[in-house]
């Protein structure tokens, strides 16, 4: 089966800078790459994705990188700010089954 | 309003009385899944469902149990719970998953202790 690993699991950086989280996967089939924000007592939420066929994709201040052939893939948070701080997973899916595979989380601070 | 909803939302029990926690979405959504989150190991898929009345494991199945009678509800059952089920459970549903591997959208979460 598929295995993310994400990279870091703490992270703290200073208002206005730049996070950025990077992720791995071990199955060549994965073609769905989503990213969820976890605040404080509440489920994933969603906040950016991308499909195999793309390598970038952004979103104000996120952005998501895809590299299918080193197979890792990474999100990327500019003009940190306050609210900001969560956990953040990313995960990988192949669409030939239905199954949605997540890295362990990395604990985002920002520190103001 | 559009939303996943679970009950209970925080259960203490003992080891080996069954349990059932409710999850209900009314986005009409064909897709449904539980999870289980643990410390430092994420989000872990225990059961899935593409449709009503069709069911498949996730990567962590052993000791639970499904059913998908209706399309708006999906219960996650503990026949005997053991303490290695303590953990906080989501349950999250999406519209087609195949078609578009479309956005899941996540309960508040039920956290469960088993003494």
């Known amino acids: 089966g598929e295995n993310v690993e994400q990279h870091p699991s703490t992270l703290s950086v200073q208002e206005g800078d730049s996070a950025v989280i990077k992720c791995t996967y071990s199955?060549?089939?994965?073609?769905?790459f989503p990213w969820y924000k976890q605040e404080l007592g509440k489920g994933p939420q969603l906040i950016i994705d991308?499909?195999?066929?793309?390598g970038e994709k952004k979103d104000q201040r996120i952005a998501v990188t895809l590299n299918k052939t080193a197979k890792h893939f990474s999100l990327h948070i500019t003009e940190t700010q306050p609210e900001d701080s969560a956990v953040y997973f990313c995960a990988a899916s192949s669409l030939n089954d239905y199954k949605l595979s997540f890295g362990a989380g990395t604990t985002v601070t920002v520190r103001a | 309003e559009a939303q996943v909803t679970q009950n209970p939302r925080y259960l203490i029990t003992v080891t080996g009385k069954k349990l059932t926690v409710t999850c209900s979405q009314n986005m009409n959504h064909e897709y449904m899944s539980w999870y289980r989150q643990d410390p430092g190991l994420g989000l872990r898929q225990i059961y899935y469902?593409?449709?009503?009345?069709?069911?498949d494991k996730g990567d962590v199945p052993e000791g639970y149990k499904v059913s998908r009678k209706e399309k708006r509800n999906f219960p996650l059952i503990l026949e005997s719970p053991s303490p290695n089920q303590t953990s906080l459970y989501f349950c999250?549903?999406?519209?087609?998953?195949?078609?578009?591997?479309?956005?899941?959208?996540f309960g508040p979460g039920t956290r469960l202790t088993v003494l």
């Open positions: 199955d060549s089939a994965s073609n769905y």
């Open positions: 469902s593409m449709n009503v009345e069709v069911t």
């Open positions: 991308i499909r195999s066929n793309v």
């Open positions: 999250a549903s999406s519209l087609i998953w195949r078609t578009t591997g479309d956005t899941q959208y």
